[in-house]
């Protein structure tokens, strides 16, 4: 469907990323181009019994449509959550956009899998929801990741950074947008501008690692790490995986990479070995870019990570690093603000994803939307 391209579409968006953190929901205003106003936006953790069935069903090894009710149902509790804090009624709102959570994503396969019940959240909510953002463009031979580039875009049109710029967005895996210098508002509507692919492991295995080694779900404030060194053979062992010779576009699934290099070492040693891999596989997506990144600003978890931050500045040979804030940007709202973003798009039939962002022979819409319910 298309809509009237000066309409301001009142949207919130929905995120639960790999790394099984929680559910991030934010108000966006925008028309799906150029135009945006970010709202509030807020965190809802997951329950750890929650977290623990999520991280079981990766992989598409357990049923999920009992943990696909609790998934969606707390999404459901998330809107109205931002509702309340934003003093709107579902009635002001026109869409949501969910993603939904990731349990599988082999785009060689053709398969991509992300699980929430989209007609029960518009029920619940009263919002009509689009979700199965990623499904078409692996459908028709693209990778389905990354699907945020043409947000960041839009993000770095509005607060008019210099250009080309890097993007890094480390969550559960880590993936980077390229926004060329020729990319000026709206421009590039086929994707020029862009180039956007996955560059290696993000927080998962970091938090896979300390909780099998201490029972917590992640390393707070890169404490492990710090105390740790970085085993040189386990890192080039790590790095010498096949997926870092391949081309863009390309992308991962969560459970992509094999920890065993480092399951000799010492806590600290591994963590701050798997820091350093993070780190090391985003600075190799730099021999793919048309032109050196003038900066990198970065998003998701793992900006929060001091330990990470820093072995990113010592990766990347003095290149800027900043993070989301620097600049203006909420990186914990980021994702949740760019499928808002997205659903308005769809609504809207603009495209999603682009030849340089995920491989897709064309430009290509996707999305499917779920209505209301009629009172």
């Known amino acids: 469907m298309s809509g009237d391209s000066t309409r301001l579409w009142r949207a919130i968006g929905m995120m639960s990323g790999t790394s099984l953190d929680g559910v991030d929901a934010a108000l966006v205003e925008t028309d799906g181009e150029g135009r945006m106003r970010a709202g509030p936006a807020l965190t809802i953790p ?68 992300q699980i929430g019940d989209a007609a029960l959240l518009a029920a619940r909510t009263r919002i009509g929801v689009v979700a199965d953002f990623r499904s078409a463009d692996v459908a028709a031979g693209g990778q389905g990741a990354p699907f945020v580039p043409v947000f960041h875009r839009a993000l770095a049109s509005a607060t008019e950074l210099e250009r080309p710029l890097a993007v890094l967005n480390i969550g559960g895996v880590a993936n980077v947008t390229w926004i060329g210098p020729s990319g000026i508002g709206t421009s590039g509507s086929n994707g020029e501008d862009l180039l956007a692919f996955d560059t290696g492991p993000g927080n998962a295995l970091i938090d896979d690692w300390m909780l099998a080694r201490t029972g917590q779900p992640r390393d707070e404030d890169g404490a492990c790490a710090a105390r740790g060194r970085v085993d040189r053979a386990a890192l080039d062992r790590l790095l010498g995986h096949e997926y870092f010779a391949r081309r863009p576009p390309k992308s991962l699934d969560r459970n992509a990479f094999d920890p065993a290099p480092v399951e000799k070492l010492s806590t600290e040693n591994g963590a701050a070995t798997l820091v350093r891999f993070t780190a090391e596989a985003a600075a190799l997506a730099r021999r793919h870019f048309p032109q050196a990144a003038r900066q990198w600003i970065v ?50 039939g603009l495209p999603l994803s682009f030849p340089t962002t995920t491989g897709v022979r064309a430009p290509m819409q996707g999305g499917r939307f779920f209505a209301k319910p009629v009172a």
Not at 50 to 79: D, M, W, Y
Not at 312 to 341: C, K, S, T
Request: with cysteine.
């Open 46 to 113: 997951y329950e750890k019994s929650l977290r623990e069935r999520l991280r079981r069903a990766l992989g598409g090894r357990h049923p999920v449509k009992a943990i696909e009710r609790s998934l969606t149902l707390a999404h459901a509790e998330a809107v109205a959550a931002l509702l309340k804090q934003s003093g709107c009624a579902a009635a002001d709102i026109d869409l949501i956009g969910f993603h939904g959570q990731t349990i599988v994503h082999r785009p060689e396969d053709r398969v991509t899998w």
């Open 299 to 348: 998003t998701g978890g793992g900006r929060r990570n001091p330990s990470l931050m820093a072995a990113l500045r010592e990766a990347m040979d003095g290149a800027p690093i900043r993070a989301a804030e620097e600049v203006g940007w909420d990186g914990d709202a980021l994702e949740a603000q760019a499928f808002a973003y997205l659903a308005v798009r769809s609504r809207r």
